[in-house]
C-alpha cells in the first residue's frame, strides 16, 4: 500500500487518481499508524518550505518519516516533498528533513527568465535510476514543473536527474530509498505515469 503523506499541503487527489490509473493500491493519510504500515510513502507539496515543516511538526510525522526511510522503506517526494528531503532552505530560513544533505536555494536568473520557473521542460535522467526504467525507448521525456527553488546538493552523486531554465539544476534527487523530483509528475500525463509505476514497483 502506497500512502500518500496528508500534511495539508499538496496536489492529493491528483497523485492518487494517478496511481489508481496504474492498478497501485494507495491511500491519503495523515495518521500515523497508517504511515507506519505502508509499503512505500509519497511526501507530495506545493507552498512553503517553512510552513510545510511547520506542519508535518505540528502533526507530529517527521519521527515516522524518518523511521520509515530508516528501515528501508522507499519513499519519493514531489515538488516542495523533494525540498522537505534536504538541510536547509533560503525560503523561511528553514531547516528540513536532513535526509539528503543540500540546501534549497532561489533562482538567480537573467531578466529574461521569469520567476517562478513553470511549464513543461526537457529532463535529462540517469539511466541506472530505478525511477526512469524503460525511458530510453522514448525520443524525450518531458515534465511539468512550478518552483521558484530549487535543491542544490552537497553531494552531487545523488543526483539522477537534470533541467535547463536559464542554467542547468537539479530536478531529480536519489540517496538509497529515498527519491525525489520537482517536477509534478501528477501534472506530466504519461511521463508522470511512467515514472509513478516504476516507483510502485521498487
Not at 19 to 38: F, P, T
Amino acid at each position: 500500500m502506497i500512502t500518500i503523506i496528508d500534511y495539508g499541503m499538496g496536489n492529493l487527489g491528483s497523485i492518487q487518481n494517478m496511481l489508481k490509473k496504474i492498478d497501485s493500491a494507495c491511500r491519503i493519510s495523515s495518521n500515523i499508524d497508517e504511515i507506519e504500515d505502508a509499503t512505500k510513502l509519497i511526501l507530495p507539496g506545493v507552498g512553503s518550505y517553512a510552513q510545510a515543516m511547520f506542519n508535518l511538526n505540528e502533526l507530529g510525522l517527521i519521527p515516522v518519516i524518518k523511521k520509515k526511510v530508516d528501515s528501508q522503506t522507499p519513499l519519493l517526494g514531489i515538488c516542495l516533498g523533494m525540498q522537505l528531503l534536504s538541510t536547509h532552505s533560503e525560503e523561511g530560513n528553514a531547516d528540513g528533513l536532513d535526509i539528503i544533505p543540500g540546501e534549497v536555494i532561489k533562482f538567480d536568473l537573467p531578466d529574461s527568465y521569469k520567476v517562478p520557473h513553470m511549464g513543461w521542460n526537457l529532463i535529462h535522467y540517469k539511466e541506472k535510476c530505478r525511477l526512469f526504467n524503460g525511458f530510453e525507448e522514448l525520443e524525450e521525456v518531458r515534465y511539468y514543473f512550478v518552483h521558484s527553488y530549487h535543491f542544490s546538493l552537497k553531494n552531487m552523486e545523488h543526483q539522477i536527474a537534470t533541467a535547463n531554465y536559464g542554467k542547468e539544476f537539479t530536478c531529480g534527487v536519489q540517496k538509497d530509498n529515498v527519491y525525489g523530483v520537482q517536477f509534478h509528475p501528477e501534472k506530466s500525463h504519461t511521463f508522470g505515469m511512467h515514472l509513478l509505476e516504476n516507483f510502485s514497483k521498487i
